[in-house]
C-alpha cells in the first residue's frame, strides 16, 4: 500500500519556469520532511514542516504542509538546472518511522 | 573524511556469493540506519540501530543480516541474494533515535545475478 504518493512522477521544464510538486497521504502525519537527491548521492535534507498549514522557504523554494496534516507541496520558482534531481517527501510517524513518498525526478533544462 | 561513507558504491554477486557493504559515520552520532531504494518502489526502511542494539527489523529477509559493533560502523552482510535484491541500499545516521535529521550516505548499488 503505497502511503505516500507524489505527483508528477516526472517533469522536464526549461531553466526559469515555475513548477509544483505534490506529496499526498491519507494518514496524518507528526512532520514532514522534502528531500533532494542527486544522482550517485543519498537524499539530502531540504525542509522538516511541523505545523498544519505550516509555509517555509529555502531562497527559491517554497515548501507547505496542509491543515490536517496529510500532504505538502514543494514549489520552485524560476527553476535552475541546478535544481534537477530527485525530490523525496517522507512522512514521520511516532518516531523514527520515516514513509518515504514514491519520488518526482525533476529534470531543469538549459 | 566527514559525513557517511559507504563501501564499495557498487556490488555485481552472484545469487550463490556471500557479500558485505560497510558503512561509516564521523558525525558522532548515535543511530544508525539501512534503507533500500529500488527503481520502482519508494525508499524503504530496513534495520535501525540505537547505540548498537538493533530497535528495528522491518521484515527484512534473513538473507540480509546487519552488524553494528559500534555506533560509528554498520555492515549489511548479504548470502544468497536473489535478482529482486538488485536496488541501492544506503545508510544514514541521526544524533538520536527520533526526528533528528536523518544524514544519508551515497549508498552501494547493488546488483544481484
Known amino acids: 500500500t503505497q502511503l505516500l504518493e507524489q505527483s508528477p512522477q516526472f517533469l522536464s521544464i526549461q531553466e526559469g519556469e515555475n513548477l509544483t510538486v505534490y506529496c499526498n497521504s491519507s494518514s496524518v502525519f507528526s512532520s514532514l520532511q522534502w528531500y533532494r537527491q542527486e544522482p550517485g548521492e543519498g537524499p539530502v535534507l531540504l525542509v522538516t514542516v511541523v505545523t498544519g498549514g505550516e509555509v517555509k522557504k529555502l531562497k527559491r523554494l517554497t515548501f507547505q504542509f496542509g491543515d490536517a496534516r496529510k500532504d505538502s507541496s514543494l514549489h520552485i520558482t524560476a527553476a535552475q538546472p541546478g535544481d534537477t534531481g530527485l525530490y523525496l517527501c517522507?512522512?514521520?510517524?511516532?518516531?523514527?518511522?520515516?514513509?518515504f513518498g514514491t519520488g518526482t525526478r525533476l529534470k531543469v533544462l538549459a | 573524511e566527514t559525513g557517511v561513507t559507504q563501501t564499495p558504491r557498487h556490488l555485481v554477486m552472484g545469487m550463490t556469493n556471500k557479500k558485505s557493504l560497510k558503512c561509516e559515520q564521523h558525525?558522532?552520532?548515535?543511530?544508525m540506519y539501512w534503507y533500500k531504494q529500488s527503481a520502482k518502489k519508494p525508499l524503504e526502511l530496513m534495520f535501525v540501530y540505537n547505540f548498537k542494539e538493533q530497535t528495528e527489523n522491518n521484515s527484512v529477509p534473513s538473507r540480509f543480516s546487519p552488524e553494528c559493533p559500534n555506533s560509528s560502523h554498520l555492515f549489511l552482510h548479504l548470502h544468497t541474494l536473489q535478482p529482486e535484491d538488485s536496488a541501492l541500499y544506503l545508510c544514514?545516521?541521526?544524533?538520536?533515535?527520533?526526528?533528528?535529521?536523518?544524514?544519508f550516505g551515497p549508498g552501494t548499488r547493488l546488483t544481484v545475478l
Open positions: 558525525l558522532g552520532h548515535n543511530a
Open positions: 544514514a545516521s541521526s544524533q538520536e533515535l527520533s526526528t533528528d535529521t536523518q544524514y
Open positions: 517522507a512522512g514521520v510517524r511516532g518516531t523514527y518511522k520515516y514513509i
